[in-house]
């Protein structure tokens, strides 16, 4: 009996059936293929479709690869595989942290936020002098 479950559900250990043109929902190594090729263009860059072929005694550490990884898509084929990874754990998702730099502030970020600074107390400084001079120009004029 099989269970369609969000991927965002899927824990490691879990099995799940991989087909033709669908996203690889986590990193997984499959324990069984039928003619199965994914591509991996979105991971690798490379535009050739990769053959991949289930886990055995004679390929644990050979080509081709039993392993596939989540947000790569099925391009021929089917299969069974078991869930290795999820979420920030996945090839994807240390990819993705590793080029997450949204917090870190740039060199030249860094120097525009003390120039502001630097205005932005020069202002404040200047600011009693400026209507300390409108004050008197107005009393002045009336």
């Known amino acids: 009996m ?3 479950v969000d991927s965002e559900d899927l824990v490691v250990g879990d099995l799940v059936v991989i087909e033709n043109g669908k996203a690889i929902p986590a990193d997984c190594i499959l324990v069984s293929s039928i003619d199965m090729t994914t591509n991996e263009s979105s991971l690798t860059g490379e535009t050739e479709a990769m053959h991949k072929l289930h886990l055995t ?3 644990y550490s ?3 690869c039993p ?3 989540q947000s790569t898509l099925v391009e021929t084929g089917q299969g069974t595989a078991i869930v290795a990874a999820v979420g920030d754990l996945t090839c994807a998702g240390k990819a993705n942290r590793a080029l997450d730099i949204e917090n870190e502030l740039t ?16 202002l404040l400084h200047g600011c009693p002098y400026v209507l300390r001079d409108v004050g008197t120009t107005v009393a002045a004029g009336l």
């Open 57 to 59: 005694q004679d390929n």
């Open 2 to 4: 099989t269970t369609t």
């Open 107 to 122: 060199p030249l970020q860094l120097k525009l936020e003390t120039i502001a600074d630097q205005i932005g107390m020069g």
């Open 62 to 64: 050979h080509n081709p």
């Open 67 to 69: 392993f596939v990884l």
